[in-house]
């Protein structure tokens, strides 16, 4: 037995591994509590600098610590502080505090106080080396291309440095050629595209550019179908368009002593408290917008009230409602009259219907999309149940043409749903807005009566573009939530029956409702029917179908919310 290495056993194992880690514990607490109060006693020195570092090599992500070690760098080259080191010795005092940052980066490579700690050591030395920095950022990304902090840490460095945008596209599309599934690549990729390569349109990309980058993403979805980075890129490649923000509508009711103004996009209350100028009868008029209740911080649709004496009916009226820039020069007019006796009256921008809800597209831009939903469709016959080919055909037939495709779209979005189960409340949100969109995009000037029944619809979007309808059916589907119909502000008749609506929360204030239809709905408690008591004109009620209804005296409850109801059916 002499001679042969004594083997330790499990249990003696680890009794030692605790003994070393109670070890540790406490000369980390030691050194917590002396850092600790040397901070209390303000002592800024060499020996805080020697113990923080050894605390956060072994625990980087102690913010507490980073922040004592920033005081201490702080008052070392504070020129009133007694011990305050010379610009060279700061200079190397800096350098070590880099080294040590590198050591703790290597224990944890994610680490948002390293990170933000090397961002705060370089903008406080005297003499940062920033290709140094970039280096070592590209060796980081080698190691892990996915890791966020670094490409950000990467940002800060080239704003401090020379190294332009057109310089970073060409880095990522070394990353992109090396890795398709580089996400990170690709999104930074997106922000640099309209920076170096700006078209005339806001935030957008030069045409010729955005072609080339097709064919780059199309390389790389053809090489692995099934890699979501690549798919991601295609689709913001699809959706770059941003349209200006324009005046869709102006419509001035003497009725309801109300002007409503519905923009092409969501503003919140400060945006048109400054940039809308409104005169009547060539008089600047000061007004309160308000928002529609639910929509309160940002809506697309705004109203106002004016006096009685404005609005009365035995006088013309003349209302111009200016969309202003910054400098308030106007950008967006609309005008609107209402003739003697005239109760009502509405101006819309003239928009063609094919520039509603997608960005118009050039002959050439149309060319390359054909072929890329081509190719993509070619790519779905391979792989059958691809959920990412798929939804980029559904993306491309929408970008081309949404009326034409609207059966293909439809189907495809049927399958998703078979096929990604555990997304299927999405794909139902989303054929619920592409329907609304086909929807509203058919709809002629001088509508005011819409139906979209029996459609499956789960979610109500784009109910601004339906602001002037007298009429709307939405009966026989699958609507829970009513909240974006208080955008619905000239509604006379709404028909909702055969849904799965729980309460009527989004039909306060809808002044002009006079008739409501909530058959075989999922409406339980009166609670629920209370916000029907702010449509003062509400003169029909048809709730048979609901459990509700079969509660105890249920006339003398309802009468109670709506005394002034005509007819009730339950």
Same mark, same amino acid.
């Given at each position: 037995?002499?001679?042969?290495?004594?083997?330790?056993?499990?249990?003696?194992?680890?009794?030692?591994?605790?003994?070393?880690?109670?070890?540790?514990?406490?000369?980390?607490?030691?050194?917590?509590?002396?850092?600790?109060?040397?901070?209390?006693?303000?002592?800024?020195?060499?020996?805080?600098?020697?113990?923080?570092?050894?605390?956060?090599?072994?625990?980087?992500?102690?913010?507490?610590?980073?922040?004592?070690?920033?005081?201490?760098? +702080?008052?070392?080259?504070?020129?009133?502080?007694?011990?305050?080191?010379?610009?060279?010795?700061?200079?190397?005092?800096?350098?070590?505090?880099?080294?040590?940052?590198?050591?703790?980066?290597?224990?944890?490579?994610?680490?948002?106080?390293?990170?933000?700690?090397?961002?705060?050591?370089?903008?406080?030395?005297?003499?940062?080396?920033?290709?140094?920095?970039?280096?070592?950022?590209?060796?980081?990304?080698?190691?892990?291309?996915?890791?966020?902090?670094?490409?950000?840490?990467?940002?800060?460095?080239?704003?401090?440095?020379?190294?332009?945008?057109?310089?970073?596209?060409?880095?990522?599309? /070394?990353?992109? #050629?090396?890795?398709?599934?580089?996400? %990170?690549?690709?999104?930074?990729?997106?922000?640099?595209?309209?920076?170096?390569?700006?078209?005339?349109?806001?935030?957008?990309?030069?045409?010729?550019?955005?072609?080339? #980058?097709?064919?780059?993403?199309?390389?790389?979805?053809?090489?692995?179908?099934?890699?979501?980075?690549?798919?991601?890129?295609?689709?913001?490649?699809?959706?770059?368009? #941003? /349209?200006?923000?324009?005046?869709?509508?102006?419509?001035?009711?003497?009725?309801?002593?109300?002007?409503?103004?519905?923009?092409?996009?969501?503003?919140? /209350?400060?945006?048109?408290?400054?940039?809308?100028?409104?005169?009547?009868?060539?008089?600047?008029?000061?007004?309160?917008?308000?928002?529609? %209740?639910?929509?309160?911080?940002?809506?697309?649709?705004?109203?106002?009230?004016?006096?009685?004496?404005?609005?009365?009916?035995?006088?013309?009226?003349?209302?111009?409602?200016?969309?202003?820039?910054?400098?308030?020069?106007?950008?967006?007019?609309?005008?609107?009259?209402?003739?003697?006796?005239?109760?009502?009256?509405?101006?819309?921008?003239?928009?063609?219907?094919?520039?509603?809800?997608?960005?118009?597209?050039?002959?050439?831009?149309?060319?390359?999309?054909?072929?890329?939903?081509?190719?993509?469709?070619?790519?779905?016959?391979?792989?059958?149940?691809?959920?990412?080919?798929?939804?980029?055909?559904?993306?491309?037939?929408?970008?081309?043409? %949404?009326?034409?495709?609207?059966?293909?779209?439809?189907?495809?979005?049927?399958?998703?749903?078979?096929?990604?189960?555990?997304?299927?409340?999405?794909?139902?949100?989303?054929? +619920?807005?592409?329907?609304?969109?086909?929807?509203?995009?058919?709809? %002629?000037?001088?509508?005011?009566?819409?139906?979209?029944?029996?459609?499956?619809?789960?979610?109500?979007?784009?109910?601004?573009?339906?602001?002037?309808?007298?009429?709307?059916?939405? +009966?026989?589907? /699958?609507? +829970?939530?009513?909240?974006?119909?208080?955008?619905?502000?000239?509604?006379?008749?709404?028909?909702?029956?055969?849904?799965?609506?729980?309460?009527?929360?989004?039909?306060?204030?809808?002044?002009?409702?006079?008739?409501?239809?909530?058959?075989?709905?999922?409406?339980?408690?009166?609670?629920?029917?209370?916000?029907?008591?702010?449509?003062?004109?509400?003169?029909?009620?048809?709730?048979?179908?609901?459990?509700?209804?079969?509660?105890?005296?249920?006339?003398?409850?309802?009468?109670?919310?709506?005394?002034?109801?005509?007819?009730?059916?339950?």
């Amino acid at each position: 037995m002499h001679g042969r290495l004594k083997v330790k056993t499990t249990a003696e194992q680890k009794a030692e591994k605790e003994k070393e880690r109670q070890k540790k514990l406490q000369l980390f607490e030691t050194g917590t509590q002396k850092i600790f109060e040397k901070r209390k006693l303000k002592e800024y020195d060499d020996e805080g600098l020697s113990i923080s570092g050894q605390i956060l090599q072994a625990n980087p992500d102690f913010y507490t610590c980073w922040n004592i070690r920033r005081e201490i760098l +702080s008052m070392l080259k504070d020129q009133r502080c007694l011990f305050c080191r010379t610009e060279e010795e700061f200079q190397q005092l800096s350098q070590e505090e880099l080294y040590l940052l590198e050591n703790c980066l290597r224990k944890n490579p994610k680490s948002y106080g390293v990170w933000n700690q090397r961002e705060w050591i370089l903008l406080f030395m005297p003499h940062p080396d920033w290709e140094r920095e970039l280096q070592l950022c590209n060796r980081f990304l080698d190691l892990d291309e996915r890791n966020f902090h670094c490409w950000d840490y990467r940002r800060f460095v080239c704003k401090h440095s020379n190294v332009g945008p057109d310089e970073e596209l060409k880095f990522t599309l /070394k990353k992109v #050629e090396a890795n398709f599934s580089n996400y %990170s690549a690709w999104h930074y990729r997106s922000s640099l595209l309209p920076i170096v390569h700006p078209s005339s349109d806001r935030n957008s990309v030069a045409e010729e550019i955005l072609l080339k #980058e097709y064919d780059l993403v199309q390389n790389a979805v053809f090489t692995d179908p099934s890699d979501q980075s690549a798919w991601f890129y295609h689709r913001w490649l699809l959706g770059r368009g #941003e /349209k200006p923000l324009k005046l869709n509508l102006l419509l001035v009711s003497r009725r309801i002593k109300r002007i409503t103004v519905q923009f092409t996009g969501p503003v919140q /209350k400060p945006f048109i408290q400054n940039h809308i100028q409104m005169t009547v009868n060539d008089e600047v008029v000061e007004v309160l917008w308000k928002a529609p %209740s639910h929509l309160k911080f940002s809506s697309p649709v705004w109203h106002c009230e004016l006096s009685e004496e404005l609005l009365k009916g035995q006088s013309e009226l003349s209302v111009t409602v200016n969309l202003t820039d910054n400098d308030g020069h106007p950008v967006d007019t609309l005008c609107c009259y209402l003739n003697t006796g005239t109760t009502e009256a509405q101006c819309t921008t003239k928009i063609q219907w094919c520039d509603l809800f997608r960005t118009e597209l050039s002959s050439v831009t149309t060319s390359v999309l054909e072929q890329e939903l081509e190719s993509c469709k070619q790519l779905n016959e391979l792989e059958v149940d691809n959920k990412w080919v798929l939804l980029s055909c559904v993306l491309l037939m929408r970008a081309l043409d %949404s009326q034409r495709f609207e059966s293909q779209t439809l189907e495809f979005i049927d399958h998703l749903q078979k096929i990604d189960s555990t997304r299927k409340n999405y794909y139902s949100d989303l054929r +619920s807005r592409f329907i609304m969109e086909n929807t509203v995009e058919r709809l %002629s000037e001088g509508d005011t009566e819409i139906v979209v029944v029996n459609q499956d619809l789960t979610t109500l979007y784009h109910l601004d573009h339906l602001v002037s309808m007298k009429v709307v059916d939405l +009966s026989k589907n /699958k609507i +829970s939530s009513l909240v974006p119909a208080c955008q619905l502000l000239c509604i006379e008749q709404l028909y909702l029956d055969d849904n799965c609506i729980a309460d009527c929360c989004g039909l306060e204030d809808l002044p002009c409702l006079t008739t409501l239809k909530l058959r075989n709905n999922c409406i339980k408690i009166f609670a629920s029917l209370k916000p029907l008591e702010y449509c003062p004109n509400l003169q029909q009620l048809y709730l048979s179908g609901n459990p509700v209804c079969q509660e105890n005296k249920f006339r003398e409850e309802i009468k109670g919310i709506l005394p002034c109801l005509g007819f009730l059916d339950y």
